[in-house]
């Protein structure tokens, strides 16, 4: 399975950004999803993850109600829907896969992609 993000860049405070994650070599409906950001300097941090159906979908406090995860299984895509952007939200932003229940209630993935940057000017 390969995820490939994209979408970031460079945004000011207030603004919005919407990240895609293609997902190639396996269909996409077959995985749990999930963002993961990591700042400079910092270790790496859940973001959201969705569902399989995307009936289900969970967040971090600190950008719960500001960002939203969706997708498309019919394009193989997820996507992040970042709205009121702040400047502590300056991270690279990771796409991941999960390929068991397991794996995503121990909230460790199995797959990633390589990352997009998102930088939020004040």
């Known amino acids: 399975v390969q995820l490939q993000a994209s979408g970031g860049g460079l945004v000011q405070a207030g603004g919005s950004l919407r990240l895609s994650c293609a997902v190639s070599g396996r269909t996409s409906s077959s995985y749990d999803m999930g963002w993961f950001r990591q700042a400079p300097g910092k270790e790496r941090e859940f973001v959201g993850t969705i569902s399989w159906s995307g009936g289900t979908t969970s967040y971090a406090d600190s950008v719960k109600g500001r960002f939203t995860v969706s997708r498309d299984n019919a394009k193989n895509t997820v996507h992040l829907e970042m709205n009121s952007l702040k400047p502590e939200d300056t991270a690279t932003y990771y796409c991941?896969?999960?390929?068991?229940?397991?794996?995503?209630?121990?909230?460790?993935?199995?797959?990633w992609g390589q990352g997009t940057l998102v930088t939020v000017s004040s």
């Open positions: 991941a896969g999960y390929s068991s229940f397991l794996a995503l209630v121990n909230g460790r993935p199995d797959y």
